[in-house]
């Protein structure tokens, strides 16, 4: 079955100190995985993605993350935050359905809190 | 520029009213969403279509209703039989229906309020 957990609901960091949001995922075949940013009152913008490709994936605004399969884990990452990061955030996982259709599972938010 | 545009951004309804969301798109994708966000919570299918005139029941298609009658329009209904409507609705779309590396692009959403 195809699941995705966020570790954290909320995470409270310092401007300039690293920033790591946790997401966690099971699922039957060969995923693909993205990071999604919503803030307040607004949809949601594309991060990140991997797609089995390289599993460090580079994002804008100076996110990555890095797919670890025997983990099942695709944290979110970045060395110094800023006041816009804060935002909530989305882990997706995202298969093929052999039986046809798709599924694209959206964890439930990670809120980010930047301190001044 | 390209992108996906809904309208109202805020709209109320009254109890026993039928009201509809627009969603159009001007970046030729096959495939549109529907998907309702409560607070603290992910994102959840309400319906989705893969080409004109054709559309799937997503999650919680209940009191929920879709048309597709044209490539970049895929309005959702919200009837009165959907007895908790108040949420953000978010439209999306991809090209084509979202699988493995299929990136989903996203509206800046709608927020219903019952009254």
């Known amino acids: 079955a195809q699941s995705v957990t966020q570790l954290d609901s909320h995470v409270s960091v310092s401007e300039g100190t690293p920033v790591l949001l946790r997401c966690n995922y099971s699922s039957s075949y060969s995923p693909s995985l993205f990071w999604y940013v919503q803030h307040p009152n607004k949809g949601l913008q594309l991060l990140l993605k991997y797609t089995s490709a390289a599993t460090l994936v580079k994002g804008i605004n100076g996110f990555e993350a890095e797919f670890k399969k025997s983990e099942t884990s695709f944290h979110l990452t970045k060395p110094s935050a800023h006041m816009s990061d804060a935002a909530e955030y989305f882990c997706v996982v995202s298969e093929n359905g052999y039986t046809g259709g798709f599924k694209t599972i959206f964890g439930a938010g990670t809120r980010l809190f930047v301190k001044a | 520029d390209g992108g996906i545009t809904q309208s109202p951004k805020y709209l109320f309804r009254k109890e026993g009213q039928n009201v509809t969301l627009s969603c159009e798109q001007n970046l030729n994708h096959d495939a549109m969403y529907w998907y309702r966000q409560d607070p603290g919570q992910g994102l959840r299918l309400i319906y989705y279509?893969?080409?004109?005139?054709?559309?799937q029941k997503g999650d919680i298609a209940e009191g929920y209703s879709v048309s597709r009658e044209k490539k970049e329009s895929f309005p959702l209904t919200v009837t009165s039989a959907q007895k908790n409507p108040t949420a953000f609705y978010l439209c999306?779309?991809?090209?084509?229906?979202?699988?493995?590396?299929?990136?989903?692009?996203f509206g800046e959403g709608s927020w219903l309020t019952v009254v």
């Open positions: 999306a779309s991809s090209e084509p229906l979202a699988g493995t590396g299929n990136t989903i692009y």
């Open positions: 279509s893969q080409i004109v005139n054709d559309f």
